[in-house]
């Protein structure tokens, strides 16, 4: 079923086209990022992690990037593919606590 | 992730029964975790452990229980079950290695519902 991710905003975009999607995070003394991919009737997926002591990161096909400033991370997916259909979210965790702070998510729907 | 599992993956019970989740990890991970996920809402924490001696309260642990029986497994119970009870539940892992930046591994969930 597809109960998790109804009322999420959703992104679509065309096959090949870049994906931006964003988040905001709640807490300027959070120190570790990481971006998790959900598909349907699946777990979280890690996909990528950034700390705090950089602005970006990249890995294949993706890259994250982290404004302190405005407490704002995003997550840009190169060359989108089909199978990158699946909702996306971002975790934050402050030092010490070893605890993640999720966010709600983001549909990302890509079009043949 | 395959070394995360969780049993059962669908469960449909009724109002007041006890359920178990169980959880199961073959990657080594010290620290275990279980969270709820609801729709429209971030995943929450209920418990989580450290090892097998220490199990310590997440955000949302009224109506649950859990055990850790051995490194590998972490189980969640509801000792009573309610329909506001329905959710995905996962379980995670994370290693040892200290400070906030523990990469955390999810299992493929439990669909629970209480009718």
């Known amino acids: 079923g597809e109960s998790v991710g109804l009322h999420l905003p959703t992104l679509s975009v065309q096959e090949g086209d870049n994906s931006i999607i964003n988040c905001a995070y709640s807490?300027?003394?959070?120190?570790?990022f990481i971006w998790y991919k959900q598909e349907s009737g699946k777990g979280p997926q890690f996909i990528i992690d950034i700390r705090s002591n950089m602005d970006k990161r990249q890995g294949q096909r993706v890259t994250v990037l982290l404004n302190k400033t405005v407490k704002h991370l995003s997550l840009q997916i190169a060359a989108t593919q089909p199978g990158d259909s699946a909702v996306y979210f971002c975790a934050e965790s402050r030092p010490g606590t070893y605890k993640y702070i999720f966010g709600t998510g983001t549909r990302l729907k890509v079009l043949a | 992730d395959a070394d995360v599992t969780q049993t059962p993956r669908n469960r449909i019970t009724k109002t007041g029964k006890r359920i178990m989740l169980e959880c199961s990890q073959t990657?080594?991970?010290?620290?275990m975790y279980w969270y709820r996920q609801d729709p429209g809402l971030g995943l929450r924490l209920i418990y989580y452990?450290?090892?097998?001696?220490?199990?310590n309260k997440g955000e949302i642990s009224d109506g649950y229980s859990v055990s850790r029986q051995a490194q590998a497994k972490f189980s969640l119970s509801l000792e009573s079950a309610i329909p506001n009870q329905t959710a995905l539940y996962f379980c995670?892992?994370?290693?040892?290695?200290?400070?906030?930046?523990?990469?955390?591994?999810f299992g493929p969930g439990t669909r629970l519902t209480v009718l």
């Open positions: 995670a892992t994370s290693e040892s290695g200290g400070g906030s930046t523990d990469t955390q591994y």
């Open positions: 990657k080594g991970h010290d620290r």
């Open positions: 452990s450290f090892d097998v001696k220490d199990i």
């Open positions: 807490n300027s003394a959070s120190d570790y």
